[in-house]
Structure formats: C-alpha cells, structure tokens
C-alpha cells in the first residue's frame, strides 16, 4: 500500500496571510473590517490576458483561465510551492497494490454556496460530469472507469490501467468541484457554485474588461486577507504594464526582460520563474522526410553547434537557464547531471557529422512563428552554418504552428513546452507514441519499456522510473532543449507574491499584503 498525507497547514503558511498579519492596502485601498473581528486587506487587483469563456468548472481550461476557477471553486487536490501535490478537499489518498484504485478520504462539512453539501455523492457527480462535457484539456479522466462512493466522505476511483499523473490530474480543472445541483444546468455556465473562497458578483463584472470577486464571510478553510478580488482583462503587455506602473493593477507578468527592468525601476518587485524550455524537437527520429535526423549523432551535432550561454546573454538579456532536458528542477525525473549533456562545441558537432556520413552537409526546412524572438531563428541559423548545414526558412501564419507540429508538416522545429506538469504528464504530452509533440509516433522498445515501467512504478520507485526514461531521452537526443526561458513576475510594492511551480499564473492564495 502507498499512502500520502500532508498537512495543508503547512501548505497555507507559506502561501497565504493570517489574520494575524496587519493588513497592508492594496492598490490604494483601505483595510476593513471584515466582520470576524479580523483586519481586512482591502481590494487585491489582479489581471488576466484572457476572459473566461464559461464558469461551469468542466469548461475550464489550463494555464490563465485557472486562476478565475480558482477564486471560487476548491479542487481536490492543489499544488505546493515545489510543484508537489497537497490536500485540500481531498484530505488523504491511497492506491490500491496494483496502482488501479485510488482511494479519496474527503473533509467534512462543507457546502457549496447553494447550500449542497459536498461529499463523496458530489465527487463522483463532478468527475462524471467532466468526463461528459467537451472539455478543453482533453480525456484526462478517461482511465476512471468507476467512482464507487464507500461513504459520505471516501470515495473510490477505479481504473482500467495505472496512471502515474492522476494525482497531479486532479489539481487541475479535472478535479474543480461544482455543486451537483447546478451542474450541467445553463445557470453555472452564467454564474459559479462552487466551495471556494470568494463568490462571482455578477452585478458588478463587465464580461471581457473586469471581473469583481467578494470574499465569504465563512469559508471552511484558512483566511484570506482581501476581502475583494477583481480581475482585469488586458491582452496587450504593454496595456497592463502600464496598468501596473499606474496603480490600476497590482500584478502583472512579462517574459521580455527589458521590460521586466522597465518596471522594477518605477518601484515594482520582481519575481523570476521558469514554466517552459524551449529549443529543438526532433519530430522524425526514424528519418521519414529527413533521413539525417535518423542518425543520433546528427541530432547531437545540431544541439552543440549552438551557443546557448551567449544566446541567453544578447538574446535573453541574461534571463534563463541552460538545460538539455524535457523536465524541469522541481519534477522527480530531473537530473541536475544531465544540464551538461550537450556542451557547445561547434568543432565536435562537425565531427560527429562526418562520422554520420553528413561531412557536406544538408539543408533543413526551418519553420518560425511569431510567438517566438526572431533573433533566435536568426542565431541558430547561423551556428548550423557554421558546422554547414543550411536552413529553408518558412513561417507559420498566427496561431498555426501547434497545429502544423501535430500535423507532422516538419521534421524538426523550435519551439517551447510546458515544464510545469508532472512526469507522466510530460509523457503523454510529448514522448508517448501517440502524444501530441510526437507527430511522426516515433517509439523504441527500450523507450517503450522504460514508460511502461514508469506506469507501474510506485511511490517509492517512480523517481527511478522517471529519471531513467529521462536519461534515455538525452542520451538519443530525442529532444534538443536549450533553456528554460525566464518568466517575471512584477507585483506592486504592497502585494507579496509566493511563486507556484507548478502554476504558470499565480493562484489566488499566492498573494498577500506586503509585511
């Protein structure tokens, strides 16, 4: 048996202001009473790139539109500071021996703010809902064949195969939990019912500019400090960095670190994080459309005859960290050792070329996207020039480029990936025959083998598992990444902000007023 418990305690000291703490305005706000005898924090502005398209909790999708749920639904589970699950609904779990049974013990006493009560009849009715609705982030919960409620506060889910990520899973809108009288119904997808902290005032939210949230008098879990929430919706950076210097929001994030600069020096604290890598994905590793890339030591040779120091320094402004891995420090399959895998070293990648049999080189279609610094293209072309190898630059048109990838229209691409994902995830999404960023299904039995050990693995081994389909990865060059791009976090002076790995936007329990 493997059981974990954790103490969200722990979890909410780190992260959130108690009612001890003496509450600081946000945004020019005055702190107020809040009814309880404990001092208020005002009004926490906070800002959004998108809108929500629907407040029904299966309709959430990952990334920026979480943080809206996250305001007024509780999920199962939630992530730490490191990336690692903790408790929140769910209060401890337990796999069965073969790894196809997870058992869920749940808190008890909470309602949703219709008045139902949360318990294992609400579980199984969320989770039977998501796996109905046209989800955006896809049959995550396929593998659940069965939620066997055992009483009002266990539930069982059962599974037709072992899935390494389910934990993980259901910190995200899979495991968001709605009120079972609601849905399905036309009113959630207007207005929330969820358990969380902080209730949708519908009557003072304009759809598509601002979005006002008022904390509950009671919730069941730890205080919150602000006792008003309001999200503004600004898709242009430079829009909500002004936003920021103006007062008119107190947290913002860039990725470009001029302007990251820009704001530290008009009083902004600023914070770097790391939710992606970018660089080279070898799609045809068997040489379909571009048989040198069969070869290894021709994928190795395309990954060292580039500078990814010098680029972080002119291109990155200094911002990054250099790696040669698909996993990010705070997963159990990161190896520290495997950052050094690929030195640059333009004068071993000719080498390696010429022992390929490519001493004369090749040429490689080399789509762009917009998305991405042109100036990276532009080096990297001119390091494969160097070692001889030429580029057929193309350019996706807007928001083409993850559907060309999927489609296999190259055999080799730069581009980025999430970081902030578990292990198994990552898997799924990018090494598994059928995954999304393995367009050309490429699989090895070694490969295939170490996967299948990683999904049987358990608690106690599953950093091994993990570690080893890593390290195979790097050393067949399946993947060519080069870094993992700085993401700034740029709050106002009275806001404090705790930075989530496995969060890309902060969740609402990151912030607090400024000791």
Request: hydrophobic share 40%; with cysteine.
């Amino acid at each position: 048996m493997n059981r974990s418990r954790h103490l969200w305690g722990a979890v909410g000291a780190i992260a959130l202001v108690t009612a001890a703490l003496t509450a600081c305005g946000a945004g020019g706000d005055t702190p107020a009473d809040n009814g309880g005898g404990q001092e208020d924090a005002g009004t926490l502005h906070l800002y959004n790139f998108v809108e929500p398209t629907t407040w029904d909790p299966a309709g959430t999708a990952e990334g920026p539109f979480l943080p809206y749920a996250l305001a007024v639904y509780d999920s199962l589970l939630v992530l730490d500071t490191e990336g690692q699950v903790a408790p929140k609904l769910a209060t401890s779990w337990e796999y069965n021996e073969d790894l196809t049974a997870l058992t869920l013990e749940l808190v008890e006493g909470v309602e949703f703010s219709d008045g139902a009560p949360f318990d294992g009849e609400a579980v199984k009715a969320n989770i039977e809902h998501f796996q109905e609705y046209a989800t955006p982030i896809g049959p995550v919960l396929e593998g659940v064949e069965n939620v066997t409620v055992t009483d009002a506060n266990t539930v069982v889910l059962e599974l037709s195969a072992p899935n390494p990520g389910l934990l993980t899973i259901l910190t995200t809108a899979a495991g968001l939990m709605g009120s079972p009288q609601a849905l399905g119904t036309d009113d959630i997808a207007q207005e929330p019912v969820g358990t969380g902290p902080y209730l949708l005032d519908t009557g003072r939210s304009v759809p598509g500019s601002q979005y006002t949230f008022t904390r509950k008098d009671e919730y069941w879990d730890q205080h919150y400090p602000y006792s008003e929430v309001t999200y503004a919706v600004f898709p242009d950076e430079t829009a909500r960095l002004n936003a920021l210097k103006s007062g008119q929001i107190d947290y913002a994030h860039t990725s470009t670190a001029s302007a990251a600069r820009d704001a530290e020096g008009s009083g902004m604290t600023i914070q770097e994080s790391a939710a992606t890598w970018e660089g080279l994905f070898f799609f045809d590793r068997d040489g379909v459309m571009l048989e040198p890339l069969k070869d290894k030591r021709v994928r190795e040779a395309l990954r060292m005859a580039i500078d990814v120091d010098a680029m972080i320094k002119t291109i990155r402004g200094g911002f990054g960290e250099p790696t040669t891995q698909i996993f990010a420090p705070h997963q159990d399959a990161y190896v520290p050792e495997l950052d050094d895998a690929y030195p640059y070293d333009p004068e071993r990648a000719r080498e390696l070329l010429e022992e390929a049999g490519y001493g004369d080189g090749f040429t490689i279609p080399f789509p762009r996207t917009g998305s991405i610094l042109p100036e990276i293209y532009t080096a990297i072309t001119q390091y494969w020039g160097e070692i001889g190898i030429t580029t057929e630059d193309k350019q996706w048109a807007p928001g083409e480029a993850s559907r060309s990838i999927q489609a296999g229209d190259y055999s080799l691409v730069y581009f980025s990936n999430l970081q902030n994902l578990d292990a198994w995830a990552v898997v799924q999404l990018s090494v598994a025959p059928d995954a999304q960023y393995n367009p050309f299904h490429s699989e090895t039995p070694e490969l295939t083998a170490l996967i299948d050990t990683l999904q049987t693995s358990t608690e106690e081994t599953r950093a091994a598992a993990a570690q080893a389909v890593n390290t195979y990865l790097v050393d067949e060059s399946w993947y060519g990444p080069m870094y993992r791009p700085a993401l700034f976090y740029l709050t106002a002076p009275t806001v404090d902000l705790t930075v989530y790995a496995g969060y890309v936007q902060p969740p609402i329990w990151a912030f607090q007023p400024a000791s």
